[in-house]
């Protein structure tokens, strides 16, 4: 079950500097991809229908990273892409480490061509597909990127 965190300071800023500090953050990037028959990309991974996205490397700027993503997770080219749209923020903790960690993604609204779509299977997608907007598996994905599509679609 997926609940929402609300921080309330008369110095957010401070607040929110500090709050980073309890999390290993890791900044990721990722697409809202729809080809020319208006499909939307997403990826099926630990049993919910998600967007494709992953971490930014060093040297990637955060539209590199996406476009970089998208292709290892799906095999989909981007053709265009548009302004950033949003960031959500994702925190989980890994088993065998201490600190939890807090993942900031960058979303992009991007266009592709219809293609071959292959699952990256050693990141744990077991699915890629393109959904036309009525048929969007909405009750099998995450709050934040139903929030995410909802905003954006």
Known sequence: MEKNIILFSHKPLYCLHYFYLYFNFIPASGGIVKNEFNQLLMIHKFGKWDLPKGKIKSHESSLKAAKREIFEETNVKILNHFTMK????????????????????????????????????????????????????????????????????
Do not use: C, R
Not at 92 to 101: A, C, D, L, Q, V
Not at 140 to 151: A, R, V
């Open 86 to 153: 949003d960031s959500t923020f994702h925190m989980y903790k890994i088993s065998n480490h201490t600190i939890p960690i807090l993942k900031k993604t960058h979303w992009f609204i991007m266009d592709a061509k219809k293609s071959l779509v292959l699952p990256q299977l050693s990141e744990g997608i077991d699915s890629v597909d393109w959904f036309d907007v009525k048929d969007i598996p909405w009750q099998d994905m995450h709050t934040s990127i139903k929030e995410l599509l909802l905003k954006n679609l």
